[in-house]
């Protein structure tokens, strides 16, 4: 147990819909960061938010986005939902500091475009 | 942009031997930090390891330890005295000292045998 939740666990959508993706962060943890794993792939960085601002960007287009609450919880929202879409998204939360401070996931949400 | 590469889809070994997982990487960065992340079928990114880029020891944890290369840009995860409970897709992964954003590569999938 990392103490970072996601929901849902798995999701169905049809190609074209929007799909929003909920993360809850440990208490404390003003950093999170999402992640797209395609199936037998690692896990690509979409982005990063540290104090509710977007700080960081991988390279997905702005069909993908995001907010970040002040009670440790963030979402990741796709529009226009693609076929390539699917994938498990995985957030991940940390403590931003000039100290290493180790980044802890959640299990991830299953999401299935068709 | 930093890349990770693992050169191993599938490893297995038998359970109580020791088993190695390579991972080489490129960056143009002086310091950073090295990861091995463990996420077995239940989809949950578990931290086996992290190695500091300026400290010159090699990290060990338990049954694991690395071999970390920094000239080579090398960094490998031996396992000793595998069990069953090893099995599971390993994650390298890369981190700037700046931000949260982890560049993984494609994973190596171990199988400990009975």
């Known amino acids: 147990e990392t103490g970072v939740t996601q929901s849902p666990t798995h999701l169905i959508k049809t190609r074209g819909q929007q799909v929003t993706l909920r993360c809850s962060s440990q208490?404390?943890?003003?950093?999170v960061s999402w992640y797209q794993q395609a199936l037998g792939q690692g896990p690509q960085f979409i982005f990063q938010?540290?104090?509710?601002?977007?700080?960081g960007r991988g390279n997905f287009p702005p069909r993908f986005s995001g907010l970040q609450f002040p009670n440790y919880s963030s979402e990741l929202n796709v529009n226009a939902l693609e076929l390539d879409d699917s994938a498990l998204y995985l957030c991940?939360?940390?403590?931003?500091?000039?100290?290493?401070?180790?980044?802890?996931f959640g299990p991830g949400t299953r999401l299935t475009v068709l | 942009a930093q890349t990770v590469t693992q050169s191993q889809p599938e490893m297995s070994v038998q359970e109580a031997e020791t088993v190695t997982l390579s991972c080489t990487y490129d960056?143009?960065?002086?310091?950073?930090?090295l990861f091995w992340y463990k996420q077995p079928p239940s989809r949950q990114m578990i931290l086996v390891i992290r190695?500091?880029?300026?400290?010159?020891q090699n990290a060990t944890e338990n049954r694991f330890s690395v071999n970390f290369q920094k000239a080579a840009k090398s960094f490998s995860l031996k396992i000793s005295d595998s069990q069953l409970g090893d099995t599971a897709m390993y994650f390298c992964?890369?981190?700037?000292?700046?931000?949260?954003?982890?560049?993984f590569g494609e994973g190596t999938q171990l199988t400990v045998n009975p």
């Open positions: 190695q500091e880029a300026y400290k010159q």
């Open positions: 960056t143009s960065e002086n310091n950073y930090y």
């Open positions: 208490s404390g943890h003003n950093t």
């Open positions: 938010y540290y104090r509710e601002e977007e700080n």
């Open positions: 992964a890369f981190r700037g000292t700046s931000g949260s954003r982890l560049t």
């Open positions: 991940a939360s940390r403590i931003m500091a000039r100290d290493y401070n180790e980044q802890f």
